[in-house]
């Protein structure tokens, strides 16, 4: 995929040192256009939506903010635990400026965790939701596109 100069702006936003120390394309060396059409395609075969996985994803937050830090089960499914940190972080593509709010979320079973968590931020979720972006392999907050199928049921 052909890379505009928004993107282009967007990618040399996503390097380390930049927005945030480790940047959001970890060890993935593909253009940001490849990555988005690559995550787009798996969404496809995995008969995913942006916006399901987007709406699901801001549910969880919204009913984990609840629990002000400590765990909450939500639904009888997951368990969601939110992390805020003073400040905010902007957005590599320049669209918006988004507070520190980090969840882990794990599917529950009989109340306990199960599997590997989520770890998600307000600023991921718009990055998922707006640019199809789940960020670079290798990334901190990488959003496996099997691994949201899996934890969120979808």
């Known amino acids: 995929m052909k890379m505009s ?3 282009t702006r967007a990618q040399a936003n996503m390097q380390p040192g930049v927005i945030t120390a480790d940047g959001f394309l970890g060890d ?3 253009s940001l256009a490849d990555i988005i059409e690559a995550d ?4 496809s075969r995995l008969d995913l939506s942006f916006q399901d996985v987007a709406d699901r994803l801001r549910h969880l937050i919204e009913e984990g903010r609840k629990g002000l830090g400590e765990p909450v089960t939500v639904d009888g499914k997951w368990i969601v635990t939110i992390s805020e940190a003073r400040g905010r972080l902007a957005s ?3 669209d918006g400026v988004f507070r520190k709010i980090n969840a882990t979320i794990v599917t529950a079973r009989n ?3 199960q599997g590997t968590p989520l770890l998600v931020s307000d600023l991921s979720l718009n990055l ?4 199809h972006f789940l960020e670079g392999k290798g990334a901190p907050f990488r959003l496996e596109p099997a691994e949201l ?4 049921e979808l």
Do not use: A, I, M
């Open 5 to 7: 100069p928004h993107y």
């Open 28 to 30: 993935d060396h593909r």
């Open 40 to 43: 787009e395609e798996q969404f």
């Open 92 to 94: 590599p593509f320049e």
């Open 111 to 113: 109340g306990q965790p």
């Open 128 to 131: 998922l939701e707006k640019h």
């Open 149 to 152: 199928k899996r934890v969120l």
